[in-house]
């Protein structure tokens, strides 16, 4: 089965008798710069007949989805799934900046019917009820990623410049994110908690990661940051 990468308008042929890595360095060399991003972060290899994705780091994870969104897997250091769909979306974030690559197969195993899904032991992506400030504040954090165009790299804004873009005050904008994380939390969705070893930069790149991935928000929707919306304070909390 051939597989290529695309990352920002290159494509890459990972070969099936080596491994092929992603990372700060690598075969898919992402930002030498940025710090945070582990040297070789994950690892597309070949074996037992399929295509894995495996999560070589120590720190960072990575949200995979099919091209649909309809199918939705956290990868967490040690773990690896197989490349079984036709486009295999990756998305993750290392430090401030979102990166995003895509995976294409001209043979997959496994195809994803919209009426109905499919069962391949990843999570299935349900209906998650947002009012209008709830969304708004996920554009907020998702709109430099939404604005690229293809795959690449995006930086998320810090909550004061989330909370500026909104009018909002930095309180108003970090209660209204607690509420939002808990109630993706409360469907399952992992890396919403906060707590010890759980930095505000983590949750935020995470909600950015599953919101995008899932086509929850899409680039359609950013004309709804600059709409007016009737000033009902506590509408978004439930």
């Known amino acids: 089965m051939d597989i290529t990468v695309e990352f920002a308008g290159e494509y890459y042929s990972p070969q099936p008798d080596e491994p092929f890595y992603v990372g700060r360095q690598g075969d898919l060399e992402l930002d030498e710069d940025n710090l945070f991003l582990h040297r ?40 690896r799934l197989p490349i079984v769909f036709e486009q295999t979306t990756v998305v993750f974030t290392a430090g401030p900046v979102t990166y995003e690559f895509t995976i294409h197969s001209k043979a997959p195993t496994l195809r994803i019917d919209s ?12 209906h998650v009820p947002l009012t209008v400030r709830q969304k708004l504040l996920i554009l907020a954090l998702a709109e430099p990623a939404l604005k690229r165009e293809g795959t690449g790299a995006s930086e998320i804004p810090s909550s004061a410049q989330a909370a500026q873009r909104l009018g909002w005050t930095s309180t108003r ?3 209204k994110l607690d509420n939002v994380c808990e109630k993706f939390d409360r469907i399952g969705v992992q890396g919403m908690r906060g707590g010890q070893g759980r930095l505000a930069m983590n949750r935020k790149a995470r909600l950015v990661e599953y919101a995008v991935s899932s086509r929850l928000v ?10 007016p919306v009737a000033d009902a304070e506590d509408d978004e909390d439930s």
């Open 40 to 79: 070789h972060f994950l690892e597309i290899s070949h074996t037992d007949g399929l295509w894995w994705l495996s999560n070589v780091g120590a720190r960072l994870t990575a949200t995979v989805t099919d091209s649909s969104g309809g199918v939705n897997a956290w990868l967490a250091p040690g773990a």
């Open 115 to 126: 009426s109905g899904g499919a069962d391949s032991g990843q999570s299935t992506i349900g």
């Open 173 to 175: 904008f970090n209660r």
């Open 218 to 227: 899409t680039k359609d929707d950013l004309a709804l940051l600059d709409a």
